[in-house]
């Protein structure tokens, strides 16, 4: 009662009202700081700051806010942030005064052991772990890990082609999410996965798990909003990561890593490299090798001082690679083919250049890529329209500073809108079309460095930028190789905003056509139930030829000739329909497929069975066009 009495009198209520009132006033006083300043700024709410001036998302609201505010503007978003567009000050803020900035801001939870990831890092610590794990990615490692994404191409093909039979389109964000992570569980963890295949297979379910929650549980926003909240997570052990995955994935690296140490498993992957900095002299140097594909932060590419990494920083950077790696990557494959499907003439530019210099599974190599210039322009345009990531941010936690006359005070957040630099008309002309002649090497002088920024810049910039790049340029390069990608009616341009302002596409597409020129041929020989499907399909190519099937059947009994003309360009035409097969009038015995490459695989491959099984031992070469059945 006595307590009570204390505590609820009208005197007490009135210091805790007034200490509240106080409080409100010097944090809305705060929130002020851009209105007393004459900075451009939204007018701020008490308590809620400039939180309800979003209203379509902050990627978009930000082209906005842009247009509205100018190049740099104030909000405050739980603490006061500072928007640049003005790409001087951003490169500067990002490269030459990164001393001054090299923090993003901190989680407000330590959700251990990923705080002791490269990405959530700060100061010396950071510097550390990163120059230590950085080499993990230079160009000589990534050479070694090709023939491990090759090998998760060959099953993004053969994906592609179970879904066309299946279902007559490819879903291109299950297709190139399986894909993403077959390569990070391949590159990160040594581990063979066939996500596709095999949904239950314990890593695809788990991995799957940790993506649909990693940023957007109530209980990883809330510390955001409730001040203090983070830190009674440290205090009491409360896990953010679920810990059944946390576990799940902990268990898995830790397994792996044994393996290694014992030198029981030696694979060139990441995890390799990285249990090689286990053991590492600190006192060596290591020099990183100069990437010709991609523009480099100045962290990367430079002799850097190692430490050796703890067990449980391997383990946090293995965790965290792997989810930086997945969604960014597969979300740029699903935007790129988006980008290659409704620009058709575009998509044969680059066909063209496939064909050109990788025109078979063996070709494709880190070193080709840097042959294909047209690809890197593609798939650098892809990322300036559509940035994966599409705001940063780094942190002042140090003192005051100027950067070219902009002040920006201790504790305030520098954001990096990079969606709306890249649609910024005064930087982009037209940036809303897409545009890859824009990175070739007579117009990329005229980009400034600080107004692409897909993977950030600086030393602070995506550590993971080239095996990005990698990942991206083979996946299309080895599906390119086999087929042509096309919208159809369930294609949707859904790009969507997430929670952790990144772009993300859910979409399908309809595609498939057109079997390229190096089609190789195939000898078929067939069980009785494939003939008899087969014979059934002859049907709807004798209707598509215009021709009685038995007539066909009759004439590659006879052993006639089978002209295929596969030389004749048509790339406007590249689209046949399958009554583009004909037979000739002139020579009703020829069955002419013209534009060969061009048509629909599977039908051209029903057609090739065809001619192999009717004179059952027949032996075929396809030589400049000409099918001759013997
Ligand atoms: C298309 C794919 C990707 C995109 C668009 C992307 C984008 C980004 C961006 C924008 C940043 C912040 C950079 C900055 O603050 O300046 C970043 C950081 C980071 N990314 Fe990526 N990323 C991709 C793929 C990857 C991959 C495959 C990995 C795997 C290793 C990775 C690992 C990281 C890490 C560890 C950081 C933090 C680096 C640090 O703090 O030092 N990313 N990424």
Not at 18 to 34: E, G
Not at 205 to 211: D, G, Q
Not at 317 to 336: I, K, P, S, W
Not at 614 to 627: E, F, N
Request: glycine share 6%; with cysteine.
């Amino acid at each position: 009662m006595a307590i009570y009495e204390l505590l609820f009198n009208s005197t007490t209520l009135t210091l805790l009202g007034s200490i509240v009132a106080v409080y409100l006033a010097v944090d809305y006083w705060k929130m002020l700081y851009f209105v007393r300043n004459g900075i451009p700024a939204p007018l701020p709410i008490p308590v809620f700051g400039t939180m309800f001036s979003y209203t379509k998302g902050l990627t978009f609201d930000l082209v906005e806010k842009r247009r509205k505010y100018g190049k740099i503007y104030g909000m405050y978003l739980g603490q006061a942030c500072i928007a640049v567009n003005d790409v001087d000050v951003l490169q500067a803020v990002l490269i030459s005064r990164f001393s001054s900035l090299p923090n993003r801001s901190k989680l407000p939870y330590k959700d251990a052991p990923f705080d002791k990831a490269v990405s959530n890092a700060q100061d010396g610590h950071w510097k550390s772990v990163r120059n230590t794990v950085s080499p993990a990615f230079s160009g000589n490692k990534l050479k070694q890990m090709n023939p491990l994404i090759n090998e998760c191409c060959d099953r993004l093909v053969r994906n592609i082609h179970k879904q066309m039979e299946n279902q007559g389109f490819i879903q291109c964000k299950d297709l190139f999410g399986s894909y993403s992570m077959e390569v990070v569980a391949s590159v990160f963890f040594g581990l063979h996965v066939d996500c596709q295949s095999n949904p239950d297979d314990p890593f695809t379910k788990h991995a799957s798990e940790a993506f649909r929650n990693a940023f957007v549980t109530m209980k990883a926003i809330l510390p955001f909003l409730v001040p203090g909240l983070g830190k009674l997570y440290d205090l009491l052990g409360v896990s953010v990561t679920d810990p059944k995955i946390k576990r799940f994935f902990l268990g898995v690296i830790a397994k792996a890593l044994e393996l290694r140490e014992k030198g029981e498993v030696k694979r060139m992957d990441i995890l390799q490299l990285m249990a090689d900095a286990h053991h590492l002299d600190s006192s060596k140097e290591d020099q990183t090798t100069e990437d010709p594909l991609v523009h480099e932060g100045t962290a990367s590419g430079s002799s850097q001082r190692k430490d050796a990494l703890t067990t449980e920083e391997i383990m946090a950077n293995a965790y965290v690679f792997f989810l930086a790696g997945y969604e960014t990557t597969n979300t740029a494959l699903c935007l790129t083919s988006y980008l290659l499907a409704t620009h058709p003439e575009k998509q044969d530019k680059l066909f063209e250049e496939v064909k050109k210099f990788a025109p078979r599974r063996e070709d494709v190599t880190y070193k080709v890529l840097s042959q294909m210039e047209y690809l890197d322009c593609f798939v650098r345009e892809s990322l300036r329209l559509f940035p994966p990531i599409s705001v940063l941010d780094r942190i002042n936690d140090k003192s005051d500073i100027v950067i070219k006359d902009l002040l920006v005070p201790k504790g305030f957040r520098i954001f990096v809108p990079v969606y709306a630099i890249h649609h910024d008309p005064e930087i982009w002309e037209d940036p809303e079309e897409f545009q890859p002649e824009r990175f070739n090497k007579e117009n990329r002088g005229k980009i400034h460095p600080a107004s692409w920024l897909p993977f950030g810049d600086g030393p602070r910039n995506c550590i993971g930028m080239r095996l990005a790049m990698m990942e991206i340029k083979f996946g299309i390069i080895r599906v390119l190789q086999e087929y042509k990608l096309k919208t159809c009616s369930e294609t949707e341009s859904l790009m969507q905003e997430v929670p952790s302002s990144a772009l993300k596409m859910e979409s399908n597409f309809n595609s498939l056509l057109g079997k390229p020129l190096i089609a190789t041929c195939k000898s078929y020989r067939l069980d009785k139930k494939s003939k008899e499907s087969l014979l059934s399909m002859t049907a709807r190519i004798s209707q598509d030829l215009q021709v009685d099937s038995g007539v066909i059947i009759q004439n590659l009994k006879n052993g006639r000739l089978l002209n295929v003309n596969i030389n004749k360009p048509a790339p406007r035409r590249r689209y046949l329909p399958s009554s583009q097969i004909w037979a000739s009038e002139e020579h009703p015995e020829f069955v002419n497929v013209e534009y060969f490459e061009y048509v629909n695989r599977y039908y051209i491959e029903t057609l090739l069975a065809l001619i192999i099984y009717v004179p059952t031992k027949g032996c075929m070469c396809l030589s400049q066009g000409v099918c001759v059945l013997g």
